[in-house]
C-alpha cells in the first residue's frame, strides 16, 4: 500500500524548508519501508496568485481529495497579497472542507533550545495543546445593526455543537490515554462565559466517564495562561474551544523557544478527508532568499504525518534524529536561530543522515 502524499511548499521560506521535510521523510521511508507517492502542487501560494488571480484552481477540492495527507510549508507574501486573502484563500479553505476538527500542536522544550522561561529544562515542557478547529467563537452566526449611528450594535455568537465538542474531546482523551501521564487538562471560563462554557465543562465530564484511566483537571483561560508560564510542567494533554485553543496554542509553543522548530498537525481523525501538516510558521519575508531557516518545524510535521499515517516507530525515528543535532550543537550546522551559522540545507542533511542511521 502506498500513501498519497500531496506536497504544496507555498511561499517565502516555505519553498525553503520544505526540501529539508521531503529529505527527512524520506529517510524515514526508506528507512521504515514505507511506500509513499509525493505528488507536487504550485497552488495556494501567492506565485500562483499572481498568475492566475487567485490562491487555487477551481478543482483543488477534486485534486487533493483522495490525497492521504497533505504536507504544507506556508503561505503569505504580504507585499503583493493581503494577508486575509493569500490565508482564507488556500489554509482555511483546506480546514474547513476537509474537516480537520483537530488542530494538534505539540510544545516540547528541545535539548540545545533555550526556552524564555527562566531554568527551564528539555523534560520539563512536553505536552500537547488539542485546539477544536471548526466551530465554538469561530462563527459566522451574528450581523450588524444601525451601522454607522450612535445605535451601532455588533453581534457574533458562539457556536457549539454537541457532535462538535464530544469529538474533539474525545480525541483528546485518546491522546492522553495512550501518553504515560495519561493526564487532561481543559481550558474553561465557566465563571464569565455562563453558558457555552458549562456546558463544555459537563461534556468533559461525559466524555470522561469512557476513560476512568485519563485523570482530568480544569482551569480558567486566564489562570491556565499564566500556568502555561509559571508551570509547564503540570501539563500533558490541554483541551480547548478554537478561540482559547488558538491562544494556547502560540502561548505553548512560544515557551519553548524559537517559532523555527514548532510542527502542526490540522487532522480529520476518521480519514473521511485528508489531513494537513505544517509548520507553526510563516513564509518570514524577513529573512525568504538567504537559506538560512530552521528547518525543524518542517521536519518535526514529517514525523506527525508519518505517525498519523501509522508509522509512529518512522515519525519517533525523525524526532530523535533532530534531538540528536539539536543536542549536538555543531555551530556549522545550526541555523542561526538556535545559535548556529548553518544554512536550512546544512541542517536538513544532518537530520537527514541521522535518521537513516
Ligand atoms: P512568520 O512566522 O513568518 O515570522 C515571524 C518571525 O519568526 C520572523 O522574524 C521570522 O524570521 C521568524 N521565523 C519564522 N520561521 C522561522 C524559521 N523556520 N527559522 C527561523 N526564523 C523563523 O510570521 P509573520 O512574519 O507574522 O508572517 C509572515 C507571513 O506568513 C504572512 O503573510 C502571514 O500571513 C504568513 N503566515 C502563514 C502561516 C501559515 O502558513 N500557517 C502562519 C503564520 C503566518
Ligand atoms: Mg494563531
Redesign the pocket.
Known amino acids: 500500500m502506498t500513501h498519497r502524499i500531496a506536497v504544496i511548499p507555498?511561499?517565502?521560506?516555505?519553498k525553503e524548508?520544505m526540501p529539508e521535510g521531503l529529505r527527512a521523510l524520506e529517510a524515514a521511508a526508506a528507512r521504515f519501508g514505507i511506500d509513499l507517492t509525493l505528488e507536487h502542487f504550485d497552488f495556494a501560494s501567492c506565485d500562483y496568485y499572481a498568475a492566475h488571480g487567485q490562491m487555487l484552481p477551481d478543482d483543488w477540492f477534486e485534486q487533493l481529495k483522495d490525497a492521504d495527507a497533505i504536507f504544507?510549508g506556508?503561505?503569505?507574501?504580504?507585499e503583493t497579497v493581503p494577508?486575509h486573502i493569500?490565508?482564507w484563500g488556500s489554509?482555511l479553505q483546506f480546514r474547513r472542507r476537509f474537516d480537520q476538527y483537530v488542530n494538534l500542536r505539540p510544545c516540547k522544550l528541545l535539548p540545545g533550545v533555550k526556552s524564555p522561561l527562566a531554568d527551564r529544562e528539555p523534560g520539563d515542557i512536553d505536552f500537547y495543546v488539542v485546539r477544536e478547529n471548526t466551530e465554538g467563537e469561530y462563527s459566522s452566526v451574528g450581523g450588524k445593526m444601525f451601522e454607522g449611528t450612535e445605535r451601532e450594535v455588533v453581534i457574533q455568537e458562539t457556536v457549539m455543537t454537541r457532535t462538535g465538542v464530544d469529538r474533539v474531546l474525545k480525541y483528546a482523551y485518546e491522546l492522553a490515554q495512550s501518553r504515560p501521564r495519561r493526564k487532561l487538562t481543559s481550558a474553561t471560563k465557566s465563571n464569565g462565559i455562563a453558558i457555552t462554557m458549562p456546558w463544555w465543562d459537563e461534556r468533559v465530564k461525559a466524555m470522561g466517564a469512557h476513560y476512568p484511566e485519563v485523570s482530568v483537571d480544569q482551569f480558567h483561560i486566564d489562570i491556565l495562561t499564566a500556568n502555561f508560564v509559571m508551570h509547564p510542567d503540570w501539563f500533558d494533554v490541554v483541551v480547548a474551544s478554537n478561540l482559547f485553543g488558538d491562544i494556547l496554542s502560540d502561548l505553548g509553543p512560544a515557551c519553548t523557544g524559537?517559532?523555527?522548530v514548532a510542527p502542526s498537525a490540522n487532522i480529520n481523525p476518521e480519514g473521511r478527508f485528508p489531513s494537513l501538516f505544517?509548520?507553526?510558521?510563516?513564509?518570514?519575508?524577513?529573512?525568504a532568499g538567504r537559506g538560512?531557516?530552521?528547518?525543524i518545524?518542517q521536519v518535526w510535521s514529517a514525523a506527525m504525518m508519518l505517525e498519523h499515517l501509522g508509522h509512529p516507530a518512522a515519525g519517533q525515528a525523525i524526532v530523535d534524529a533532530f534531538e540528536a543535532v539539536l543536542a549536538e550543537g555543531d555551530k556549522a550546522v545550526l541555523?542561526p536561530?538556535v545559535g548556529g551559522q548553518g544554512t536550512t540545507e546544512a541542517m536538513g542533511r544532518a537530520i537527514a543522515e541521522r535518521i537513516a542511521g
Open positions: 507555498g511561499d517565502g521560506i516555505g524548508v504544507y506556508a503561505v503569505g507574501w504580504p494577508d493569500s490565508l489554509l524559537t517559532i523555527g505544517e509548520p507553526v510558521h510563516g513564509s518570514a519575508p524577513d529573512i538560512i531557516a530552521n528547518p518545524g541555523t536561530d
